[in-house]
């Protein structure tokens, strides 16, 4: 009886289980961070936070641009006479100027190649609300989808965690610059439906996340060919679309499809958040852009349990729809990140330190640290992640988190520090790396 | 193969089942509403949206408080420098000082007889999203919760159709008041337990909607002892706490269990929102409450698919620090809720039409039309709704929505209209009720 009294108490199994994924060094980093965060006066021996990808480079843009519109917000003396209107507003289309503004500026980062309709704009929270409730509206408990790895590791949690549905991993190496290739999603679709794993479909991180790589139109059509032809559904996660900094330009899949004769639009799904973009996580911008009617209708039914506060939604409307505003943030954005990419990566090459070749996106580069590594075994990458943490006081966050294949590879975010950090960061890699190799000189 | 295809393309049993529950008059009346709005001056024969539980009494207030404080937000001109460090800001523990001041407000809504540990606030997309994560960490698809009837229509979404749990429904009568007692929980509970359906919890919203009453002390305590003795869940949805309008003071579950020797808070969670008692839906912040460890650590865990925007968390918590302010809020908008509450049930008495007696709370009231319906039916209950809705034009909501047991009840809101709307509503109904008399005594 007792012991029927205690078992009735039990949590849920998704309140119990571990497949939330919190587990992890990319985690842990971020908790090294919290406990001893660098200071460039207060603190200059502490940890500098490398470990998450924000998007701190234009700021300054947004800050001025609230100073001369004080109509943009319902929290201001200008605009409080709207506040009642937008406070009881829940609505979950959202505020019709918000996607509106939404669906422009998605053309917008896509050069305009692209139309999106606003009526297919569904608000979550975050990209992490996103992608939860686009596997919600595909998938079953038990259903899959093939994921290329390295991926995001809170994909266990977006994805999985309380769908019950599961992660089949599409392997990508080193050796073709961790390319994504038809023939590999073939390879993980066959794997899986000989384990007789139901596959629902294929999820592209484009551009990727940890990669800093985007997809070309070859590889995005041969993608598209293979879920018409299996019939399964394709999730395009653009949430770094406008992070691409160099001159080869981003593809869409929406230009994908315009471009494809036979596509069964019914199938394919756009992730899109303006965390990454923009650079604001706090908003909880999520979006999932469906071409499937059903999806858009079962998606924004369940956006009641992530809706954008209307407050945000007010703010954002007025900052989206000042296109003088945006083209200059976009523009700005860009050239600041290349910058900044380029500065660590070739600071890193000057002490023998290569990062991923073809990089040209994203708020993070792909290090390889294999040649300092004791030997080529994720024991050991965790071990030089250890010190790397604790010692060099960097949070980087390594391969083994991303579910990558081949140890010895970490990603190293570079847009959510100043300048004056970012030196620091460099510096200190660059001495560990130095001193590293002199110690291995001197054990020879 | 054909159709091995066409089945593989299809949705999930989510997507495609009918569990949301969006098919109810509940619904319908808000977009007959949305169709024909009333104005004034504008649409003064348009539909006046009764259907709707929104606190709109108080603007006035919050208005004024916004013009004297440009600090308070991040999108003023005295408050942009404070921009990036909040739109960049995704702790799911929210920031320190918003649930500091959440935990405050809540307990001065209670009168401060109770303290609230800001450490167990876990924020949740509205107390939709609240509702559904409590379930998620509670319970197994197939899972039971007792909830008392008539219950809020948007249960069946909130509850059940992404958790895969039931409702199973306490009735309650008219004869007593539709009061809740230990015996009709018991009844319930039993019968589930024939049908060998798990029963993990009771869910109980206190103050009630729809009827607008308020649990006293005696039954708190004795559905705390049987959860207890049960060793099941309680689950307290106190989300129209602050608008006990009357005399009698609103008791909540976590003054009851300071009370109690026995009890095991374990099973003890308070779900909270400031949607209706600040009135601010659209800020979707729901709170999830919870004296089990566990809970508070899985909840935050799922608060990363709703969290609150970091732009109105700051900005709220502006507003909920302001002691003075709120202070006067609540104190004000009872008065106004009860000056609104009373001009309604005693204009409709005068025409001899009935509320429920010792409604004290809530945004609505629960009336009785019972001596119109032809029948005594829900088919005659929806008929006299039609043509309230269509041609008395007023969007109130039937009895049948909430899952209520006897036909010819209707909950009004009446505090989403301002004073002259109000009129107009009480107006229409009085007129509709004398003409529908006089015509039954034309009929005789």
């Known amino acids: 009886m007792e012991k029927e009294n205690r078992s009735r108490q039990v949590l849920s199994r998704i309140a119990t289980n571990d497949q939330h994924g919190e587990n992890s060094p990319y985690f842990h980093g971020w908790y090294a961070y919290e406990r001893n965060r660098f200071h460039p006066t207060q603190n200059p021996q502490g940890v500098v936070q490398m470990g998450l990808a924000e998007n701190q480079l234009c700021f300054d843009l947004v ?56 009526d297919r704009i569904v608000m979550s929270g975050g990209a992490t609300g996103a992608n939860e409730t686009i596997i919600f509206c595909l998938a079953d408990p038990g259903d899959a989808f093939l994921v290329p790895s390295p991926y995001y590791p809170a994909f266990g949690r977006d994805l999985r965690w309380r769908t019950g549905v599961q ?171 290349a910058k900044r990419h380029h500065d660590f990566t070739t600071g890193l090459e000057q002490v023998g330190i290569s990062c991923l070749k073809g990089s040209n996106s994203g708020l993070f580069f792909w290090m390889d640290l294999g040649p300092l590594l004791k030997e080529q075994t994720f024991e050991a990458e965790l071990k030089l992640w250890r010190v790397i943490v604790d010692d060099v006081r960097l949070n980087v966050s390594p391969g083994s988190s991303f579910h990558g294949l081949e140890p010895g590879w970490f990603r190293v975010c570079f847009a959510n520090v100043d300048d004056q950090t970012a030196e620091v960061a460099l510096e200190r890699i660059r001495t560990f790396v130095l001193d590293n190799g002199k110690k291995g000189d001197e054990g020879r």
Chains 1, 2 share one sequence.
């Open 167 to 337: 992660i089949a991993p599409v392997d990508c190496h080193s050796s073709n610059g961790f390319r994504l290739t038809r023939a590999a999603v073939e390879v993980a679709y066959k794997k899986a439906q000989e384990s007789n794993i139901n596959v629902k479909g294929l999820i592209l991180t484009n551009p990727s996340n940890p990669l800093g790589t985007t997809l070309d139109m070859e590889t995005l059509k041969s993608l598209v060919a293979f879920v018409t032809e299996e019939n399964i559904h394709l999730i395009c996660d653009e949430i770094y679309s406008a992070t691409v900094f160099s001159s080869q330009r981003f593809i869409s899949v929406a230009e994908v499809i315009q471009e494809l004769e036979h596509c069964n639009r019914d199938l394919i799904h756009i992730i899109y958040s303006l965390s990454k973009d923009l650079g604001f996580p706090g908003f909880r911008v999520g979006i999932v852009y469906s071409y499937n009617d059903i999806v858009v209708s079962s998606a924004r039914k369940m956006s009641s349990f992530g809706l954008v506060s209307s407050q945000t939604q007010h703010f954002l409307t007025s900052l989206l729809s000042d296109e003088e505003f945006v083209d200059n943030f976009l523009s700005e954005s860009k050239k600041r990140l």
């Open 63 to 118: 800050e001025k641009w609230i100073k001369e519109n004080p109509n943009a917000s319902i929290c201001t003396r200008e605009g409080a006479n709207k506040f009642k209107e937008i406070a009881i507003f829940q609505d979950y289309h959202g505020l019709k100027e918000f996607t509106h503004a939404v669906a422009k500026f998605m053309e917008k980062v896509r050069g305009n190649r692209v139309t999106f309709d606003p």
